[in-house]
Nanobody, 126 residues
Framework: QMQLLQSGGGSVQTGGSLRLSCLTSAHDRVCMAWFRQSPGKEREVIASIYPHNTVTYYADSVKGRFTISRGSGVVDLQMNSLKPEDTGMYYC???????????????????????WGQGTQVTVSS
C-alpha cells in the first residue's frame, strides 16, 4: 500500500490560484491522479499522469487551467483561473496495478486506484 500525503488547498476568490501537492513513494510506472468531489456530486477524475512517459489526462472542465506534474516524490496540481464550480474536496490517488487508459492519456475511473490521500478542501468564492 502506497502512502499519499496531501498538502495545499484553501480558499480563494474567483480567478485565483492554488497548488496541491501529494507526497508519494510511488515509482514512475505508477499512474497518479487527482480527483474532485463537489457538493452533491460523484467523485470525478480531473487529471492524471503516467510519469514514465509523462502522458497526462485532463477533464474538459479543467483543461487549460490546471496542470498536473510529477517531481521527485511528489505529484502536484497547479490550479489557475479558479471558478466557484471548482469548489470541492480534492483527493490524490495512486494505481498499484497497470492502467492502460492512464498510459494512453485517457479517462480513468475510481476503481483503477487503490491508494488515496486524506483529501483537502478547495473553496472558490465569487
Amino acid at each position: 500500500q502506497m502512502q499519499l500525503l496531501q498538502s495545499g488547498g484553501g480558499s480563494v476568490q474567483t480567478g485565483g490560484s492554488l497548488r496541491l501537492s501529494c507526497l508519494t513513494s510511488a515509482h514512475d510506472r505508477v499512474c497518479m491522479a487527482w480527483f474532485r468531489q463537489s457538493p452533491g456530486k460523484e467523485r470525478e477524475v480531473i487529471a492524471s499522469i503516467y510519469p514514465h512517459n509523462t502522458v497526462t489526462y485532463y477533464a474538459d472542465s479543467v483543461k487549460g487551467r490546471f496542470t498536473i506534474s510529477r517531481g521527485s516524490g511528489v505529484v502536484d496540481l497547479q490550479m489557475n483561473s479558479l471558478k466557484p464550480e471548482d469548489t470541492g474536496m480534492y483527493y490524490c490517488a495512486a494505481a498499484s496495478r497497470f492502467v492502460p487508459s492512464c498510459v494512453l492519456g485517457l479517462v480513468t475511473l475510481q476503481s483503477d486506484y487503490q491508494d488515496w490521500g486524506q483529501g483537502t478542501q478547495v473553496t472558490v468564492s465569487s
